[in-house]
């Protein structure tokens, strides 16, 4: 199962299919900008299994928050404030 969480096609498809399934994804592939975009696509609030670098990513957190406002609470402090 290990060697599935880090190939990303099929994590790709997974979160195609569940935003969720980004939890049990590899953490390389939590830090994969279009990985965690096609999940926050499904479901705004998947911003909360994303790599710290994507929480801080205006374009990701944008994307989760327009999918679903209440994600904006796993984005990173800084975007939450509305600072630069």
Do not use: I, N, P, Y
């Not at 801080?56 to 800084?78: I, M, N, P, T, Y």
């Amino acid at each position: 199962a290990v060697e599935l969480q880090r190939d990303r096609d099929v994590v790709l498809a997974a979160v195609r299919q569940c935003a969720w399934a980004l939890e049990f994804a590899a953490a390389e592939l939590q830090g994969d900008r279009d990985v965690v975009l096609e999940a926050v696509r499904q479901h705004g609030r998947a911003l909360e299994f994303a790599a710290a670098e994507m929480q801080r990513d205006r374009g990701v957190v944008f994307a989760a928050v327009r999918q679903d406002g209440w994600s904006l609470k796993f984005a990173a402090a800084e975007l939450r404030r509305g600072r630069d």
